[in-house]
């Protein structure tokens, strides 16, 4: 890999530790985190499931807000502040450059998942600690502090990069503002892909049956990525799941960062 790509991913990783926005959402999603103790005090019986639950849906919930609200500004801020004309006249091809601010975005969003994952360990071990009685009961789906919890967060990582490289993508053409609605347009979309591919069910046209079609190949399917369900209760989740999951949400990112690369490459700044 060119060093030029790990030094631009390294200022866009600097860039982010520096951003307040940044630390306001960690700080949130670790007290949403917390929180969760307490809602689980409130269901008898269910303490560590909701705990689990809430703990997974909160890291996923903050991780979108990060890739999207700091994903959205990467390229529009040095198109903004100009200073894309100061990097562009370095040994720096553009796509290099592209490359290289998804890579220190992803970096971000790892090193922040890893420490919402770790509030969420904390809370359970503290549970386990404090309510053995409970923890006991607990395991006879899963252990209370359950490794197979790392599944679900794989698959939120993996989710969150299908989500940074739309983001980027949009960031090289459009404003922060219509970037963020259109990522947060297809994240939501993409949830409900599937029905798309059984929309010839519902509707007479066939024209209209083949555009689904073609949306449903066309759109992230980001439904697979949510297996905190299975994950919570204990279902097994196969490796082989993980991996297929992981290899198409790495494909689909890939092929959205080439698009990103193509528009930067054909824009013109003069």
């Given at each position: 890999?060119?060093?030029?790509i790990?030094?631009?991913?390294?200022?866009?990783?600097?860039?982010?530790?520096?951003?307040?926005?940044?630390y306001?959402?960690?700080?949130?999603?670790?007290?949403?985190?917390?929180?969760?103790?307490?809602?689980?005090?409130?269901?008898?019986?269910?303490?560590?499931?909701?705990?689990?639950?809430?703990?997974?849906?909160?890291?996923?919930v903050?991780?979108?807000?990060?890739?999207?609200?700091?994903?959205?500004?990467?390229?529009?801020?040095?198109?903004?502040?100009?200073?894309?004309?100061?990097?562009?006249?370095?040994?720096?091809?553009?796509?290099?450059?592209?490359?290289?601010?998804?890579?220190?975005?992803?970096?971000?969003?790892?090193?922040n998942?890893?420490?919402?994952?770790?509030?969420?360990?904390?809370?359970?071990?503290?549970?386990a600690?404090?309510?053995?009685?409970?923890?006991?009961?607990?395991?006879?789906?899963a252990?209370?502090?359950?490794?197979?919890?790392?599944?679900?967060?794989?698959?939120?990582?993996?989710?969150?990069?299908?989500?940074?490289?739309?983001?980027?993508?949009?960031?090289?053409?459009?404003?922060?503002?219509?970037?963020?609605?259109?990522?947060?347009?297809?994240?939501?979309?993409?949830?409900?892909?599937?029905?798309?591919?059984?929309?010839?069910?519902v509707?007479?046209?066939?024209?209209?049956?083949?555009?689904?079609?073609?949306?449903?190949?066309?759109?992230?399917?980001?439904?697979?990525?949510?297996?905190?369900?299975?994950?919570?209760?204990?279902?097994?989740?196969?490796?082989?799941?993980?991996?297929l999951t992981?290899?198409?949400?790495?494909?689909?990112?890939?092929?959205?960062?080439?698009?990103?690369?193509?528009?930067?490459?054909?824009?013109?700044?003069?």
């Amino acid at each position: 890999m060119p060093r030029v790509i790990l030094l631009v991913a390294y200022h866009v990783f600097k860039e982010s530790v520096r951003d307040k926005v940044l630390y306001n959402l960690v700080l949130f999603a670790t007290l949403m985190i917390s929180a969760s103790y307490l809602v689980g005090q409130l269901t008898a019986g269910q303490d560590i499931k909701i705990i689990k639950d809430l703990g997974l849906a909160a890291s996923a919930v903050f991780g979108l807000f990060i890739a999207v609200f700091i994903g959205v500004g990467l390229v529009w801020k040095e198109v903004d502040r100009r200073s894309v004309y100061n990097v562009l006249v370095k040994p720096l091809r553009r796509h290099h450059f592209i490359v290289g601010k998804f890579i220190g975005l992803a970096l971000t969003l790892l090193v922040n998942l890893a420490v919402m994952a770790t509030a969420v360990y904390l809370v359970l071990a503290v549970m386990a600690w404090t309510q053995p009685a409970l923890a006991n009961a607990a395991m006879v789906d899963a252990p209370v502090v359950d490794p197979n919890l790392l599944k679900a967060f794989l698959l939120i990582y993996v989710q969150l990069l299908v989500v940074t490289a739309l983001a980027l993508f949009f960031s090289t053409f459009s404003s922060p503002m219509l970037s963020a609605a259109l990522t947060f347009g297809l994240y939501v979309v993409g949830h409900f892909n599937a029905d798309l591919a059984h929309f010839e069910n519902v509707v007479k046209s066939r024209a209209a049956a083949q555009l689904a079609r073609a949306l449903y190949y066309l759109l992230p399917n980001l439904a697979p990525f949510d297996i905190k369900t299975a994950v919570v209760h204990g279902q097994a989740v196969p490796a082989g799941y993980l991996l297929l999951t992981s290899g198409y949400g790495l494909l689909y990112a890939a092929a959205v960062l080439g698009l990103a690369m193509l528009v930067f490459a054909r824009r013109d700044f003069k």
